[in-house]
């Protein structure tokens, strides 16, 4: 079966390498090309010269497919956001999140739309691709019975899709289906593993959004390595292959008594197990 390059998102690591300095970003990223990954997403630039990120990457044999970048700051200088990682040589600049005021059924939903048609024509102007990375919340129903993000694609043109299968899951949608689905449109799908019991509501606390504690909290939720949790591999890596991905790539929010990097090292084990 055809196989794709595999990636990880470095917000994955971010406790090893915020204000670790240069040499250890440079470690860090040796061990993953030593781990057999392909190719790295950015998160951040870690105070780091963008000249100094796309040296690095090179010199170890990385790519930097992709860069998730704060909507607020593409927001305020779009231009100065694609400058930036063309430098690094990303191909693919990522929407990582909607704050609360911006999400479907708000006020703001029909701003942040323009703002992505606005962003995405600056990126393709730059030779740019803007992609938009999901959670659960985009899976409301709106009025004509769709998914809020179904909307969002249909919206904006200009936006291609980054599916993260974790949370197309715990949507309660299929996510091989949902990446076969956008066939064309989906170059980059991110792999995520977890463990859900019960019903948990303060998912997003995990991942570093503040949001109201909700009491109905009955539940457990984790993110694991992929392949240490609930995922289903097999039909989510063959419908990347069938729906043209260029890339998947491995994210994991948290890791718990298990240090970020060994969680990374067995994603990309359990990967080579598959055939990946």
């Not at 196989?3 to 990223?29: A, C, H, W």
């Not at 715990?170 to 019903?199: C, M, Q, T, W």
Request: proline residues 5%; aromatic residues 12%.
């Amino acid at each position: 079966m055809k196989t794709l390059p595999v990636g990880i998102q470095l917000y994955s690591l971010r406790d090893i390498l915020e204000g670790r300095g240069k040499e250890n970003f440079k470690e860090v990223m040796q061990q993953l090309r030593d781990f057999g990954y392909d190719g790295v997403e950015l998160a951040d630039d870690f105070g780091f010269e963008p000249e100094f990120i796309r040296d690095t990457l090179a010199e170890v044999g990385l790519v930097p497919m992709s860069a998730h970048v704060p909507l607020v700051d593409m927001m305020a200088d779009a231009q100065k956001v694609a400058d930036e990682y063309k430098t690094i040589g990303c191909k693919y600049i990522v929407v990582p999140y909607l704050p609360e005021e911006y999400r479907h059924l708000t006020p703001g939903y029909e701003t942040v739309i323009a703002q992505m048609q606005r962003i995405g024509d600056v990126m393709k102007a730059n030779g740019l691709q803007l992609l938009y990375h999901n959670h659960d919340f985009e899976f409301v129903k709106l009025e004509d019975g769709s998914y809020g993000f179904d909307d969002i694609y249909k919206r904006v043109p200009q936006l291609a899709a980054e599916p993260d299968t974790c949370w197309i899951k715990v949507a309660g949608e299929n996510p091989a289906a949902y990446v076969e689905k956008y066939s064309g449109r989906a170059p980059v799908v991110h792999l995520k593993d977890f463990i859900k019991e019960g019903n948990p509501k303060n998912l997003y606390k995990l991942i570093g959004i503040e949001t109201e504690e909700v009491e109905e909290d009955t539940g457990m939720f984790e993110f694991r390595a992929v392949g240490f949790g609930q995922q289903i591999w097999q039909p989510i890596l063959e419908a990347s292959v069938k729906a043209g991905a260029e890339w998947v790539v491995v994210e994991q929010d948290e890791h718990y008594n298990v240090p970020a990097i060994e969680c990374a090292r067995r994603s990309r084990e359990y990967l080579k197990i598959l055939g990946w």
